[in-house]
């Protein structure tokens, strides 16, 4: 591939120049909650800095604080533990601000049970992180939250005392000593419950200085909000508003002496003297509350949060109270900060398919967010479970390594068309070194993992929350990024910077910190073999739209038992044929990092949940090497809030395409059952000796409710062990007949290990050429016409087999996802099954044969995506991009312009463009076909060229 560079003025605004300006960091608290326990602010530098509360106890709590570039990438990062009084509760932690003030940084914390709580001040130093001095409160106070303000030399708050009276709570940032209190309202006894404000994301008040005076806001615990004014060292008066407080009320000041307030429905605007100047209302969404607020360049920033959910919409507001735009999110926001340049927000309970363990203390994740905006923030937090569009219909929410398909808040992790495809899908694996050494992922929880870490295989004492925020969100990069970019590298403006993903593509590891050196693969321009790619150097990626990443596991930080896994999820969406619509592939790769492994069973659990989940049937087609899931009946109802497919049913499946690596024999081995043959592997009579693969291994299956003893979900690496071996979850035989569990009706004494193949497996490949006398589906588990299962919440497991891992080796293995729908009205519910054979059949043959869409079949991206290069003597025409997704450009078009003529390969001219101007976008995505021939004319030269439309 050639790149290359000339120095135009280009007037072009359509490259990539695509900025994240947001980061993400890793933040786990011992609350339950864990909100309000981060904190944005902006430094004297004027750099955003975030700080995380990740825990307390034992008299000390956590503080981690990183400084952002304005492209969200963290430049510096620190981590501190400090010695404090804690109360005899830590349940819950608050973050209530982080101010920097000269040379120190102050916090203040909020730490206690449900119900009470004591503040916490910490003065550090700002360079260090060293502790200068620490502030226990020796009152308590209702939890709340109510962000401090550093008001002349005084950290002030406002909290209500546990027994009663809102408080002003005052700490004197020199001295550093126990704080003041004045008794701002002693009728102000109450707070909204824990759970309706702190909890859901709300805020109790505001505090603002108005016209040099000290106003408070408060709109928690009492039926109306009141406006406070300290007019004096313990001299107060208190204004009721109009506004009706429903779990919270919001305030912001509009100038130094105005300052508005509102519920999300009404509005009102105040002076410093306490006279209302305006009033109004708010076509918010219902069933919302205004919970943070901002103003600036006559707008007012809005951002709702919905009563009971983690969704909101975000509002930008004019003076009329007329909405100017808006954005939704699914995730709270605490804070809505202004600095010199536009606003700071913060949040977290971004949720992702890994946990960690650091510091031995296992929980589930939460991620802290900031994102600096202008006029309306971004909002899109799905770089941890990064949402894919697979064809027409569905979308899948993707995760970190072996989480293949996460179930975000407990919702359908793949969907069609809003309807619940794939509640998840999780790989497992189980292996021993030697005979009893065991070594296996977590088997607890579909969603998190506890021994497998975000990024690459690293050695244990210097694997710390840096990394982790470096590799805890999956690389999602798609071709038209990587046209893009290299378009925009060629061409664009110097000030280009790449997207998240190509510009921090994990190409290499850090040797200092044990990892090795080249880690995911990519397109290297120069061939230097260092990833550039300011220079043109692009991720090398599957199908033409990719979600990366890269795990590891290490068992107690136990070299021996190291290895990396590189998880691919692609699409070829681009393909509009029917095969390939609506399917997700998959690849993973295990590379041992010091591990070797004697025996090790690989395979995932496969939680179908097909619209109403507790309807289903299961089945494995045993030649497709699919386990496919349908519905029992031919009504899909509603059930518990998932919408069913009504009587328009659908089917789908998991796919093993190419599994473990045979052991070579000298042979091209058959398409049978005799020995060294297969029925679904890859690469069996394909006329190349030893290139053979195994298939599906296994298929057992299992209900998720109420199913009975030895038959349930496995909570242990031995029981995973028995299924991933085609065994029951205790080790029973899985048997042919009835429900495959031995000594259930219809069970035969003929072992197998596909549970319910119908008549699929016509040469009794699943039970070692034995003839077992009758066809075996969940509808008819005795044979045709016998009655049927009762349908339920039906789980299946896809195994690979077995195989082993040097020191030095690897293994990958490739399958799909895929499902169909019917488009009219569902008469047995066996057609839709039939109907995703066909599409599975397409897929595999496809794969098989190499012979995929999109011009790049199932190999990586290609690598010629440069400028095509005239082949022509004296021709200075370039073509790019070259495949393309349907436009290009020409370059070296003189100012007198050219004419395009655009043909198929069977000489019919298809388009003409004349006065074509050099890098002008020529269009040919309407055109019919794949392959095209493109004849420049420009003064005296004519070329042509040929264009692959992918």
């Known amino acids: 591939m050639k790149i290359i560079s000339t120095c135009l003025v280009l007037f072009l605004s359509g490259f990539a120049f695509s900025q994240f300006n947001r ?84 916090y203040v914390l909020e730490i206690g049970s449900a119900s009470t709580a004591k503040l916490i001040w910490l003065k550090v130093d700002k360079n260090t992180g060293a502790l200068i001095s620490t502030v226990t409160s020796a009152n308590d106070y209702k939890l709340v939250y109510f962000e401090p303000k550093l008001i002349g030399s005084e950290l002030v708050t406002y909290m209500v005392k546990s027994n ?118 708010l076509n918010g969404p219902s069933n919302s509350i205004a919970s943070q607020v901002e103003y600036a360049n006559n707008r007012y920033h809005i951002y709702y949060k919905y009563a009971n959910t983690n969704q909101g919409i975000f509002y930008l507001v004019d003076q009329n109270f007329q909405v100017v735009d808006s954005v939704p999110t699914n995730k709270t926001i605490y804070h809505i900060h202004k600095n010199a340049n536009g606003f700071l927000l913060d949040g977290s309970d ?63 992790g793949a969907t069609y068309d809003g309807l619940s495809g794939c509640y998840n899908l999780s790989e497992f694996f189980v292996g021993f070194i030697g005979a009893t050494d065991m070594v296996a992922n977590d088997q607890s929880s579909f969603n998190d993992q506890f021994s497998e870490l975000p990024g690459p295989n690293t050695t244990s004492s210097l694997y710390d929350e840096v990394l982790e925020s470096k590799y805890n969100r999956p690389y999602h990069v798609s071709f038209q990024m990587i046209e893009d970019h290299v378009d925009s590298v060629a061409f664009g403006s110097s000030a280009y910077v790449p997207v998240w993903a190509i510009r921090n593509w994990p190409a290499h590891g850090n040797t200092a910190l044990g990892q090795v050196a080249d880690l995911a693969p990519f397109v290297d321009v120069n061939s230097n073999g260092t990833y ?50 609506d399917v997700l592939m998959r690849k993973v790769q295990v590379y041992s990092r010091g591990a070797a492994i004697d025996s090790m069973f690989f395979g995932g659990l496969f939680d ?86 195994a298939g599906l291994f296994a298929s057992p299956v299992f209900t998720g409710t109420n199913a009975p003893m030895g038959q349930t979900d496995p909570v242990s690496a031995m029981q995973w062990y028995n299924y991933l ?79 082993s891992l040097s020191n030095s080796g690897m293994f990958e293995l490739d399958y799909a996802y895929l499902i169909k729908r019917q488009s009219v009205q569902t008469t047995s519910i066996f057609e839709p099954v039939t109907d995703l054979f066909v599409k599975a059949d397409a897929v595999r043959n496809a794969f098989l044969d190499n012979d995929g869409p999109c011009g790049i079949n199932f190999d990586p991206v290609p690598e010629n995506l440069g400028l095509e290069e005239s082949t022509v003597e004296g021709d200075s025409f370039t073509v790019y991009p070259n495949p393309t997704a349907g436009s290009v450009r020409i370059n070296g078009i003189s100012e007198a312009g050219g004419i395009i003529r655009v043909f198929d390969m069977n000489g019919k001219l298809l388009q003409t463009v004349s006065g074509y101007q050099a890098m002008q976008v020529l269009d040919l995505s309407e055109l019919k076909g794949n392959l095209f021939i493109l004849q420049i004319s420009n003064e005296s030269k004519t070329a042509q060229k040929r264009v692959v439309k992918y």
Request: glycine share 12%; charged share 15%.
């Open 608 to 693: 179908g949940d097909l619209g109403n989940y507790n309807d289903d049937y299961i089945g494995t087609n045993v030649g497709l090497g699919l386990i496919y899931n349908y519905n029992g009946d031919l009504m899909d109802e509603n059930n518990s809030g998932r919408v069913g497919y009504q009587d328009t049913l659908a089917a789908q499946g998991i796919m093993v395409l190419k599994g473990f690596k045979e052991v070579n024999d000298g042979l091209d081995n058959g398409i049978g059952i005799l020995p060294g043959q297969s029925v679904n592997g890859y690469g069996f009579n394909d006329g190349i000796i030893d290139n053979e693969y």
């Open 23 to 106: 980061t993400f960091m890793h933040s786990v608290a011992s609350s339950a909650t864990a909100t309000f326990t981060n904190y944005s602010y902006t430094d004297a530098q004027n750099k955003v800095n975030l700080v995380s509360l990740t825990g307390s106890g034992s008299g000390q709590v956590t503080l981690v604080r990183q400084q952002v570039s304005d492209i969200g990438d963290v430049e510096s990062f620190d981590k501190h533990v400090y010695n404090v009084t804690l109360p005899s509760s830590t349940q819950n932690n608050l973050l209530l601000t982080a101010i920097e003030q000269g040379n120190e940084l102050l």
């Open 164 to 281: 009663g009276g809102l408080t002003r709570v005052a700490l004197n940032t020199g001295t550093f000593t126990a704080p003041t209190e004045e008794t701002a309202d002693a009728s102000i006894t109450n707070t909204a419950s824990f759970s309706n404000t702190v909890m859901s994301g709300f805020k109790n008040g505001n505090l603002f200085v108005v016209n040099g005076l000290e106003k408070v806001i408060i709109g928690a615990g009492i039926s109306s909000s009141v406006i406070i004014t300290r007019t004096a060292t313990n001299t107060y008066t208190s204004a009721n508003t109009g506004i009706t407080t429903q779990r919270s009320v919001s305030s912001f000041l509009v100038n130094p002496m105005t300052v508005l307030i509102t519920n999300g429905i009404s509005l009102e605007l105040y002076d410093a003297t306490g006279t209302m100047l305006l009033s109004g209302t």
């Open 725 to 803: 071996n085609g065994l029951w979850q205790f080790g029973d035989q899985l048997s042919y007949g009835g429900t495959g569990f031995p000594g259930a009706p219809c069970v035969t004494n003929i072992e197998t290990n596909y549970m319910y193949p119908g008549d699929s497996d016509t040469l009794n490949w699943a039970t070692a050429g034995i003839d077992p006398g009758f066809s075996w589906s969940e509808f008819g588990p005795c044979g045709l016409g016998s009655a049927s299962n009762p349908a339920g919440d039906r789980r299946g497991i896809y195994s690979f087999g077995k195989t």
């Open 350 to 412: 971004i949720t992702k398919g890994l946990s960690l363990d650091l510091d031995n203390n296992p929980e589930v994740g939460r991620v802290a967010y900031c994102e600096f905006y202008k006029t309306v923030p971004v909002l899109n937090h799905d770089e941890y479970a990064t949402l894919i569009k697979a064809g027409q219909h569905v979308t899948a929410s993707i995760g970190l390594g072996t989480k293949v398909i996460t179930s975000p808040n407990g919702l359908p």
């Open 532 to 581: 550039e790619p300011l220079q043109g150097d692009y991720p090398s990626i599957y199908g033409n739209d990719c979600v990366f990443s890269i795990t590891h596991y290490r068992s107690n930080g136990d070299t021996g038992k190291a290895f990396e896994i590189h998880s691919y999820v692609y699409t070829q969406a681009c393909d509009t044929s029917e095969a390939f619509n």
